[in-house]
C-alpha cells in the first residue's frame, strides 16, 4: 500500500497543483497505513491530509481510483491476508 504513495508523482509533466493534491494523498495513504487496524473515518483521513471530506473523495477518486473508505478496507484485506501466510 505504501509502495502504491511511491509510485505517484513519477512523472514531471504535472502542474503544481497537481503535485500539491499527490501529496496531500499520500499524507493520506500514510495514515491509512498507521491507523488502518483502529477505526478510522473519512474526516480523520480527510484531516491528515488537511482537506475536506469533498475535497478528499475527489481527490482519492481523480488519484488513487477509489474512495478512501475503500481504500482502507483494501488496506485491512491485505494486511490480513498477510498475516495468514
Known amino acids: 500500500i505504501a509502495s502504491h504513495a511511491e509510485t505517484i508523482g513519477k512523472e514531471s509533466s504535472y502542474t503544481d497543483k497537481y503535485q500539491k493534491d ?3 494523498i499520500k499524507k493520506a495513504l500514510f495514515y491509512i497505513e498507521r491507523n488502518y487496524g483502529s ?3 473519512l474526516e ?3 484531516a491528515s ?3 475536506s471530506t ?3 473523495l ?3 477518486s ?3 481510483g477509489t474512495t478512501p473508505v475503500n ?3 483494501n488496506c485491512r484485506l491485505q494486511k490480513a491476508a498477510e498475516e495468514l501466510q
Do not use: D, P, W
Request: aromatic share 8%.
Open 49 to 51: 491530509a488537511s482537506v
Open 62 to 64: 481523480a488519484i488513487v
Open 39 to 41: 477505526a478510522v473515518t
Open 54 to 56: 469533498s475535497t478528499c
Open 44 to 46: 480523520e483521513i480527510a
Open 22 to 24: 499527490e501529496l496531500r
Open 58 to 60: 475527489r481527490l482519492f
Open 71 to 73: 481504500y482502507l478496507m
